[in-house]
């Protein structure tokens, strides 16, 4: 099972800076993924699981992207059973915007 490690300053500032609605969305997808295991969220087509290949983590941890709501991406690295998120962006793909 994946735990969720939520206490990032800027991912907390992004979340905390959403309208209502799209705040339960991400809500909605953080319950979805810690009741999943790491092959589920890797084979996920909802959610686009993605390796950044431009950036890397605090201390060079490989990046990922994946969907939290229609109109978001979450940044994220996984270190063991954690999933570390470290901020949210506006899904430049998305028609939701």
Not at 19 to 38: C, I, N, Y
Request: hydrophobic fraction near 40%.
């Amino acid at each position: 099972m994946i735990q969720l490690d939520l206490n990032n300053p800027e991912f907390q500032a992004n979340l905390l800076a959403l309208h209502k609605p799209e705040a339960w969305a991400v809500l909605k997808t953080l319950r979805l993924l810690q009741a999943m295991s790491w092959e589920q969220l890797q084979s996920s087509k909802g959610l686009h699981w993605e390796l950044i290949q431009s950036r890397q983590g605090p201390s060079g941890e490989r990046l990922y992207s994946l969907r939290i709501s229609r109109s978001c991406r979450a940044v994220a690295w996984r270190d063991g059973t954690w999933l570390r998120l470290l901020s949210l962006h506006p899904d430049h793909d998305s028609a939701y915007r």
